[in-house]
């Protein structure tokens, strides 16, 4: 990949938070579900860093570059998930890592991680502070363990065998004050959808339409699993691209919040599709898992 405009800067800063915390993530933690729970706070803490060090880059005067697939990317892009892996490889060293920018193409084992280090690019750059850090570790085609971190506010989602959310420390140290979060029972009438900032198609909205929707609330990157978790939304459709690495942290949050993440078929969604590119399919996640079979996905994505 080309070097992305004022990386040398930002790499820098990434050296010294990363010499501030170089032993923080040196242990190594087995990989199992009993463990699940031990797993995502792990995670929370890797998550929760990279957030600050995006917090940190918000208002630098950052250029963007536009990948293969047309969608952007910029140093902070790069930092986040340069720091991410370390500290991944540092904790499971044989374990392998697929992330967006650098390490799309990783073979995907038995255990493996998805991570992307800044989903929604589009509105870290517009100043929106709809983005978020996210990472799962899958076993066996599924997460296992997850964390959402929202570095605008402040706050992170985890799963292991349930759903919790806290603010993030100020000060960058292990004082989480996790709550348990659990979804809603859908309403008989005004749902409240959660529908993308800049992405929309004709299949999404054929989807929605056989719904009682009251409210379309727009909300970017993997947000919208974790409000609905939380029992904020409902509902959120999406027809279009996504990546597994997009949704596989929502996913395990919202599942162990009470809801679902469904393909055409109300099938759950799987990982670790290397042989089309970590790339979804179709997908609904809602928190009233009775929604699912009022929904007629398309079997591709448009």
């Known amino acids: ?26 242990f190594t933690m087995r990989l199992d579900h ?13 998550a929760s860093e990279a957030a ?9 005067l950052i250029e963007k570059q536009i990948k293969d697939d047309g969608s952007p990317t910029t140093a902070a892009d790069l930092a986040a998930e340069q720091l991410i892996i370390r500290r991944l490889n540092e904790a499971w060293p044989d374990v392998p890592v697929v992330a967006e920018e650098t390490s799309s193409n990783v073979h995907a084992e038995e ?11 589009g509105d870290f750059l517009n100043g929106t502070g709809e983005y978020s850090v996210n990472i799962a570790l899958i076993q066996n085609h599924r997460p296992i363990a997850a964390a959402v971190a929202a570095p605008a506010l402040g706050s992170v989602w985890i ?16 004082d989480f004050d996790w709550r348990e979060v659990k979804v809603r029972r859908a309403p008989e009438d005004g749902l409240v959808a959660l529908v993308s900032r800049r992405h929309g198609d ?11 929707i009251g409210t379309r609330r727009m909300t970017s990157s993997a947000l919208k699993f974790c ?41 759950p969604l ?23 079979p009022k929904l007629d996905l398309p079997v591709a994505a448009a």
């Open 1 to 26: 990949m080309n070097r992305i405009p004022g990386s040398e800067f930002f790499g820098k800063q990434a050296k010294e938070i990363d010499s501030f915390t170089e032993n923080r993530h040196s």
């Open 34 to 46: 009993t463990h699940s729970d031990d797993l995502a706070l792990k995670l929370a803490a890797i």
């Open 52 to 60: 600050r060090l995006l917090r940190s880059m918000e208002n630098a």
């Open 111 to 121: 255990f493996f991680f998805l991570v992307d280090p800044l989903d929604g690019t």
């Open 159 to 174: 799963a292991g065998t349930k759903a919790r959310m806290s603010a993030m420390p100020e000060d960058g140290g292990a």
């Open 202 to 212: 004709i299949a999404t909205e054929a989807c929605l339409s056989v719904l009682s």
């Open 227 to 267: 409000l609905i978790a939380s029992g904020e939304a409902d509902v959120y459709v999406r027809c279009g691209a996504t990546m597994e690495w997009d949704t596989a942290a929502g996913d395990h949050i919202l599942t162990c919040a009470g809801g679902s993440v469904v393909g055409p078929g109300s099938v």
């Open 270 to 292: 799987t990982y670790g599709h290397e042989d089309r590119g970590y790339r979804n399919g179709p997908f609904a996640a809602m928190g009233d898992t009775s929604l699912a």
